[in-house]
């Protein structure tokens, strides 16, 4: 599946406060419920943002998106996609883990199962239903190896496209997943593996029939 347009939003009904963003990348007129994890996740962007003395247009230009939809971010108007957030992040030096949880320091060589840490993807909204992220290597700022397990329920996937320096690799555990890099779609299965340069624009989706699980490793971090 080629990569979709990038500036995605949730749509719900309730007062008109948070601006949705349509699959064109256009602002949609409907309105969606204004929510604390849109204020949390637009005041740390602003914080981060500002501690780096970036301005709206710098950062902006280092996601490939408008100021004026990071300025909606930052406000908490707009909801954005998983995709145009890791942009963002990515912009500002960091990985996703790190941003959504907070910095971390955890030195265990050994993670038990039940002791998983889920990457929190509550401010997607109705987007994060379809996909879940847990944490196989804890996440520390001086590692530079990041591994997920990635759960992706039939019909969702990352809803756009990804850019940043690095490698990933990743070993797909059960069901069917749709990896395009670079316009390049590949459909993978279980026992399946790839590799590639995270330079290359990349994105996911499951086709179905069931849910797909993947090994997901990155270096250096930035999910």
């Not at 942009?87 to 998983?116: Q, W």
């Amino acid at each position: 599946m080629d990569a979709t347009a990038s500036e995605l939003g949730v749509k719900r009904k309730a007062p008109a406060s948070v601006e949705p963003i349509s699959s064109n990348g256009i602002a949609s007129q409907a309105a969606v419920e204004p929510t604390l994890e849109a204020a949390r996740i637009g005041r740390r962007l602003q914080t981060m943002r500002r501690a780096q003395g970036f301005t709206l247009v710098e950062l902006a230009a280092k996601a490939g998106c408008s100021a004026s939809l990071v300025s909606r971010i930052e406000n908490g108007r707009l909801l954005p996609s998983l995709s145009v957030l890791h942009k963002l992040v990515a912009g500002l030096g960091t990985s996703m883990a790190s941003f959504l949880s907070g910095s971390e320091t955890e030195s265990c060589m050994v993670v038990r199962a039940s002791d998983r840490k889920e990457v929190t993807l509550d401010y997607l909204g109705a987007l994060q239903q379809g996909l879940r992220i847990e944490q196989i290597i804890p996440h520390s700022p001086d590692r530079m190896l990041q591994g997920n397990l990635i759960s992706i329920a039939a019909g969702h996937g990352s809803a756009g496209d990804y850019s940043h320096i690095g490698e990933e690799a990743g070993f797909v555990i059960e069901g069917f997943v749709e990896l395009t890099i670079d316009k390049q779609t590949h459909v993978l299965g279980r026992g399946d593996s790839f590799c590639f340069r995270s330079e290359a624009p990349h994105s996911f989706f499951n086709p179905g029939p069931d849910e797909a699980v993947i090994v997901w490793i990155n270096t250096p971090p930035t999910f």
